[in-house]
């Protein structure tokens, strides 16, 4: 989309209200020559009178930057549950993240109903390895989330290129969220969707160990009402993520209570130490196949170097029993205590291919580029409001080559939970 006309540029910066008027008048003075719009753009973020973000909406003449009360600063992402945004809070000036529901996820009245209680439920946790969730509100028929913002990355950042992370820093990764799953089990809340990419690893790592966060802490249960997720759902019977999903969960996640957010940690924490996931396959259906009808395979295949009862303690966590494996997280966090170094000097890991400073985790990342609001809906920036009024937001997120292959993981999925206990049946009766 080209940039508009200066006098464009001039009156969506007046109708944003983000800008006051003797400021305003004040870089009309100074821009008086400036023709070129980007210039003129990049003065205002200069003067600090604008974001990157905000400057480049105006240069396409957007106008509207506010939800609600919030005031929008800036895209971090957006997935298939999603928009997420840096907004400011009024009054306090508290720098949040603030993430826009799908409007399909929250379609039925039931579906809202649950996510206003969840997050009632959310927003009374306080652990420091969970993610806070500071309130929740609608702007007429579209529902958003507060949360607290952390800058980090996620896990997923030290699982690609089949990186094996450091055993002492890892164990202290997955024990720590193990600590804030046993706060959210004591609270009643299970996560349902555990994986590398819903922990956050913190920039500011205090000497050397990391500081980890769990994101989207009651969220995924949502997905299954509304009939879609940022991983996997079977419609009507499955939410999470095919890779750290419980055999339980696979079945029917109406059985998945916190051994089954064990049994994905244990996926998780096998990942990061032997470089893949514990269970591999050419589809979804024989990821999940595979994990109903054969335990994991030992983790010392992977690697040569681990303490000894390491591996014991993965195993135990990827059980297929559910009454085999350990029963709260607080037992998982106990069994990982021995494997982290507690003088302090654990040296900081790494991921793969890591940027010259922390960016933020995969879904929140922070990118002055036009790259990221290519990502998000076109009608999403005309359906924001100006300060003084609050029109409906759209917050669906559909780039077609994602649909595509969401479309195709649904229907593959779809398959498997029609077939798959047919076939987990047939082959009880076999043997």
Same mark, same amino acid.
């Given at each position: 989309?080209?940039?508009v006309?200066?006098?464009?540029?001039?009156k969506a910066?007046?109708?944003s209200?983000l800008?006051?008027?003797?400021?305003l008048?004040?870089?009309?003075?100074? +821009?008086?020559?400036?023709?070129?719009?980007?210039?003129?753009?990049?003065?205002?973020?200069?003067?600090?009178?604008?974001? &990157?973000w905000?400057?480049?909406?105006?240069?396409?003449?957007?106008?509207?930057?506010?939800?609600?009360k919030y005031? +929008?600063l800036q895209?971090?992402g957006?997935?298939?549950?999603?928009?997420?945004f840096?907004?400011?809070?009024p009054?306090?000036?508290?720098?949040?993240?603030?993430?826009?529901m799908?409007?399909?996820?929250?379609?039925k009245?039931?579906?809202?109903?649950?996510?206003?209680r969840?997050?009632?439920?959310?927003?009374?946790?306080n652990? %420091?390895?969970?993610?806070?969730?500071?309130?929740?509100?609608?702007?007429?028929?579209?529902?958003?989330?507060?949360?607290?913002?952390?800058? &980090?990355?996620?896990l997923?950042?030290w699982?690609?290129?089949?990186?094996?992370?450091?055993v002492?820093?890892? /164990?202290? /990764?997955i024990r720590?969220?193990?600590?804030? +799953?046993?706060?959210?089990?004591? @609270?009643?809340?299970?996560?349902?969707?555990i994986?590398?990419s819903?922990?956050?690893?913190?920039?500011?790592?205090l000497k050397?160990? %990391?500081?980890?966060?769990?994101?989207?802490?009651?969220?995924?249960?949502?997905a299954?009402?509304?009939?879609?997720?940022? &991983?996997?759902?079977?419609?009507?019977?499955?939410?999470g993520?095919?890779?750290y999903?419980?055999?339980?969960?696979?079945?029917?996640?109406s059985?998945?209570?916190?051994r089954?957010?064990?049994?994905?940690?244990g /996926?998780?924490l096998?990942?990061?130490?032997a470089?893949?996931?514990?269970?591999?396959?050419?589809?979804?259906?024989?990821?999940?196949?595979?994990?109903?009808?054969q335990?994991a395979?030992?983790?010392?295949?992977?690697?040569?170097?681990?303490? %000894? &009862?390491?591996?014991?303690?993965?195993?135990?966590?990827?059980?297929?029993?559910p009454?085999?494996?350990?029963?709260?997280?607080?037992?998982?966090?106990?069994?990982?205590e021995i494997?982290?170094?507690?003088s302090?000097?654990?040296?900081?890991?790494?991921?793969?291919?890591? %940027?010259a400073e922390?960016?933020a985790?995969?879904?929140?990342?922070?990118e002055d580029?036009?790259e990221v609001?290519?990502?998000?809906p076109?009608?999403?920036?005309?359906?924001?409001?100006?300060?003084?009024?609050?029109?409906?937001?759209?917050a669906t997120?559909n780039p077609?080559?994602?649909?595509? @292959?969401?479309?195709? +993981?649904?229907i593959? /999925?779809?398959?498997?939970?029609v077939?798959?206990?047919?076939?987990?049946g047939?082959?009880?009766l076999i043997?």
């Amino acid at each position: 989309m080209p940039d508009v006309s200066k006098s464009a540029f001039f009156k969506a910066a007046k109708r944003s209200k983000l800008i006051t008027s003797a400021d305003l008048e004040s870089m009309q003075a100074q +821009l008086a020559d400036v023709n070129d719009v980007r210039q003129i753009a990049e003065a205002f973020v200069e003067k600090e009178l604008l974001t &990157g973000w905000q400057a480049r909406q105006m240069r396409k003449g957007r106008n509207r930057f506010y939800v609600g009360k919030y005031k +929008l600063l800036q895209t971090l992402g957006a997935g298939g549950m999603s928009v997420v945004f840096l907004a400011e809070q009024p009054g306090t000036k508290r720098i949040v993240a603030l993430k826009l529901m799908s409007k399909a996820l929250l379609s039925k009245p039931a579906a809202v109903s649950r996510f206003l209680r969840e997050i009632r439920s959310v927003a009374a946790l306080n652990h %420091p390895n969970i993610v806070a969730a500071y309130d929740a509100d609608q702007v007429d028929d579209t529902y958003f989330l507060i949360m607290e913002y952390v800058k &980090g990355r996620d896990l997923h950042a030290w699982t690609k290129d089949g990186q094996k992370n450091q055993v002492s820093w890892t /164990c202290e /990764c997955i024990r720590q969220i193990a600590n804030g +799953l046993q706060h959210a089990f004591e @609270k009643g809340i299970i996560h349902r969707d555990i994986k590398p990419s819903n922990i956050v690893v913190l920039s500011e790592e205090l000497k050397g160990r %990391p500081q980890v966060k769990i994101l989207d802490m009651g969220l995924a249960r949502l997905a299954d009402d509304g009939g879609q997720n940022e &991983g996997i759902t079977m419609v009507g019977h499955t939410v999470g993520t095919v890779d750290y999903m419980s055999p339980e969960q696979a079945q029917d996640a109406s059985q998945a209570d916190t051994r089954s957010d064990i049994y994905s940690l244990g /996926c998780t924490l096998f990942e990061l130490l032997a470089g893949q996931p514990p269970f591999t396959g050419k589809s979804p259906i024989q990821k999940l196949l595979v994990r109903t009808m054969q335990d994991a395979p030992p983790l010392e295949q992977f690697r040569d170097d681990l303490p %000894p &009862g390491l591996s014991a303690v993965v195993a135990k966590m990827l059980r297929r029993d559910p009454d085999s494996r350990f029963q709260t997280p607080g037992e998982v966090a106990a069994a990982l205590e021995i494997f982290v170094d507690k003088s302090q000097s654990t040296p900081t890991q790494k991921p793969a291919h890591a %940027p010259a400073e922390s960016a933020a985790p995969d879904e929140w990342i922070i990118e002055d580029s036009e790259e990221v609001d290519a990502a998000l809906p076109s009608d999403l920036f005309s359906k924001l409001s100006s300060q003084d009024s609050h029109p409906s937001v759209a917050a669906t997120y559909n780039p077609k080559k994602r649909k595509r @292959k969401q479309r195709q +993981l649904m229907i593959a /999925c779809t398959l498997a939970a029609v077939l798959l206990p047919l076939i987990i049946g047939l082959v009880s009766l076999i043997w």
